[in-house]
């Protein structure tokens, strides 16, 4: 009987044990059915990291940098590492050089790793490394990354992003005030960039180089570059680019005494400053339309990404207190069974005692019915003994009776003696 109940618990243990395992797996299920997609969260940071940088391109770095560390977030939820790299690059550069040291550099060390074999974007970040170490004043560190730079971009192909590399190089020399590298590696930049060069790369190499020869004291090739740039900036198409050189142009004229030319560049650098306001204006007028409807789709991909989370959290809130439910409805039966098993060994303890009393009572009783037998036997000799004195009394045998009382009598003693030794021996 006792086996049988101990099989019926386990049968139910074990049933239990499978109820709990098939309401995990629901569970499970549950959570991966409202888990949001990977898919959508990958577009969420594309889509962030796009907007992000329109932008970027319209001047609200503050706006900009926001969308960055969105796309980032997202991207790392959907493991898009390419994505992470490019947020990461461009929140370094929203916070500018003097931004925290420690976080910018660890920002674009992650980005150069994030892009991976991507080589002309490590490149970028690498250069940009290296920039923000120049600024600081920091030039063997600035060598040191922007030597990492060159080799990738050697290795992407991409002349862009040796151009930027090699010009970083000019420019960290100049600053550091070695004028002869400088001009050396601006050589460099301009010899890459000869095959597509256009005019905004030919004033910037006209412009650098008369600042070398203007610095080291040479004013006669200063004036030879500043004039071949004076050249081509009247006769290219207004844009930014010219108005910034008109302002370039002005202060040097300044510099030479030459206070005509100066106020001529210095009147066509402030109009075209308010030209570039007029279509800064304009360009918010579209960026605000097109920042309305991004912001809603952002901000309705995000409400569902939320909604789903928080599905998530009220469904693993409810399984979790299923199975802690579960769990201590299985520690009370556990100890239920425990004490039902020390009360049946108890209970068995006391029947074997019960069983042991229950022997030695009838032991017992046996002894005492042998002794009463044997006192009866002892009375039925005694009662011989008393007709065989009557006999002896009333007979003329007396000395045969005498004989067979004294031989009685021995008997009946030696009989008594080794009764009361089998008593002794027994208890």
């Keep these: 009987m006792r086996t049988n109940s101990i099989s019926l618990c386990s049968c139910k243990t074990q049933y239990n044990i499978k109820k709990a395992w098939i309401l995990a797996l629901l569970t499970g299920f ?188 040479y004013l006669d090739s200063a004036d030879y570059y500043y004039g071949r740039l004076e050249e081509l900036v009247t006769h290219a198409d207004p844009n930014e680019d010219t108005w910034f050189y008109y302002g370039v142009l002005s202060d040097y004229a300044e510099e030479c005494g030459d206070y005509e030319t100066a106020c001529k560049y210095g009147c066509l650098y402030e109009e075209g400053n308010n030209l570039r306001e007029i279509e800064q204006q304009e360009n918010n007028l579209a960026l605000i339309s097109h920042k309305y409807d991004s912001e809603v789709m952002r901000n309705e991909l995000n409400r569902k990404i939320i909604i789903k989370q928080r599905i998530i959290v009220i469904v693993s809130l409810v399984a979790t207190l299923v199975l802690a439910a579960l769990l201590v409805s299985q520690i009370r039966l556990a100890r239920r069974r425990k004490r039902e098993a020390e009360i049946n060994a108890e209970l068995f303890h006391f029947k074997q005692q019960n069983k042991d009393l229950t022997q030695k009572h009838a032991e017992h009783e046996q002894i005492q019915q042998d002794y ?27 000395a045969n009776l005498l004989k067979d009382l004294e031989t009685s009598v021995y008997d009946l003693s030696r009989h008594y003696r080794q009764y009361d030794r089998q008593t002794a021996r027994k208890t």
Aim: aromatic share 12%; charged share 25%.
């Design 372 to 398: 009463a037998d044997r006192l009866s036997e002892a009375l039925m000799k005694e009662q011989r003994i008393m007709l065989l004195l009557d006999n002896y009394l009333n007979s003329n045998k007396k």
């Design 30 to 217: 549950m959570v991966a059915a409202c888990h949001p997609k990977p898919h959508n969260v990958r577009q969420a940071g594309r889509d962030a990291l796009e907007s992000a940088r329109i932008q970027l391109d319209s001047g609200n770095k503050a706006e900009a940098l926001q969308l960055f560390k969105d796309a980032e977030h997202y991207s790392l939820l959907a493991n898009d590492t390419l994505t992470v790299a490019y947020a990461r690059y461009n929140i370094a550069r929203c916070l500018g050089y003097y931004a925290d040291k420690q976080e910018t550099v660890s920002l674009l060390r992650s980005a150069a790793e994030g892009f991976s074999d991507d080589y002309a974007n490590r490149a970028e970040a690498l250069r940009e490394l290296g920039d923000f170490y120049q600024i600081h004043s920091q030039f063997d560190s600035a060598e040191y990354y922007l030597e990492q730079a060159i080799v990738y971009a050697e290795q992407s192909g991409s002349t862009k992003a040796k151009r930027d590399v090699l010009s970083a190089f000019h420019t960290m020399y100049f600053n550091a005030g070695d004028y002869e590298k400088s001009a050396d590696y601006l050589s460099q930049f301009w010899q890459t960039s000869i095959t597509d060069a256009d005019d905004n790369l030919l004033m910037y190499y006209y412009h650098d180089m008369g600042n070398i020869y203007y610095a080291c004291g």
